[in-house]
């Protein structure tokens, strides 16, 4: 597991934002990309593409034959699964609340919606409330900015998390 400095970290946020760009232009399809919300600069680990690389898995087998493009890269910013996929924009975005909200991994991943203009979809635009913290009850985004919970209470949570999920089974359904 390798730890990434914060310019690494930005720079492959910024590379994230380019290709997210480039596949929009070249397939003209909506977009979804999916991160683990891992903390730290050692968010690429075997955990984090262990779960992504079963949540992908799960996106394929709802989506099937709409998906017109799919990858994973590997990196500073974690493993990032992208897929450009043949469907209406809101029920993509709609999707992706589902597997947020409903999935026993849900809370544990950032699935990003773009549309076919590379704007992104918020959960507020369909009325849904923003995402609450995992380990408390404030909005997740509060939580991250004032750092009120320590990198070990979050990923302690993500490990727990994913065993729960592999007690389940692999690629339980929401």
Do not use: W
């Amino acid at each position: 597991m390798r730890e990434y400095t914060a310019d690494e970290l930005l720079a492959s946020r910024e590379a994230r934002v380019n290709r997210i760009k480039k596949l929009i232009e070249h397939y003209n399809t909506p977009l979804l990309v999916m991160r683990v919300n891992y903390p730290g600069l050692k968010k690429m680990n075997d955990l984090t593409l262990k779960i992504i690389q079963d949540m992908s898995a799960l996106i394929y087998k709802i989506f099937g034959e709409k998906i017109c493009f799919k990858s994973l890269q590997q990196g500073a910013e974690g493993p990032v699964f992208m897929a450009a996929v043949a469907e209406d924009v809101i029920a993509l975005k709609r999707a992706a609340i589902n597997l947020e909200e409903e999935h026993v991994l849900g809370r544990c991943l950032d699935v990003d919606v773009y549309d076919s203009l590379g704007k992104g979809i918020s959960r507020l635009e369909l009325g849904f409330f923003r995402r609450k913290c995992y380990l408390c009850e404030d909005y997740a985004q509060h939580c991250v900015r004032a750092r009120r919970h320590s990198e070990r209470e979050v990923i302690d949570y993500i490990e727990s998390k994913f065993r729960e999920y592999r007690n389940l089974g692999t690629l339980s359904e929401i």
